[in-house]
């Protein structure tokens, strides 16, 4: 199992990002997969996450303002990410489970400036 994020960045306040996740290894569209961060001194946290039929959950502090979807096609789990705010700042991390097991994706830094 493989999940590779991409897509951070330095944006300022206001700004928007668009994090992308890119799967193999396993039957990604049958799977829920998610998108959690961590910032400096923070525990991890959920952000969003997404089932195989496309139901959504999200933290209440992005709701409204961040979109997770996906696309079983190309297997890539998507955060489109609006109206960012300094409290954004964090290491987003892409994960899921398979087979009982977490697995989670390299960070990508997104950094949002005042």
């Known amino acids: 199992v493989q999940l590779q994020a991409s897509g951070g960045g330095l944006v300022q306040s206001g700004g928007s990002l668009r994090l992308s996740c890119k799967a193999a290894g396993f039957n990604f569209s049958i799977h829920t997969v998610g998108w959690y961060r961590q910032a400096p001194g923070k525990q991890r946290e959920l952000v969003a996450d997404?089932?195989?039929?496309?139901?959504?959950n999200y933290a209440d502090s992005v709701k409204g303002r961040f979109t997770i979807s996906r696309d079983n096609i190309r297997r890539t789990l998507y955060l489109q990410m609006t109206s960012l705010k300094p409290e954004d700042t964090a290491v987003y991390f892409c994960k899921t489970m398979y087979r009982n097991r977490e697995y989670w994706g390299r960070g990508t830094q997104v950094t949002v400036s005042s």
């Open positions: 997404i089932t195989s039929g496309h139901t959504t």
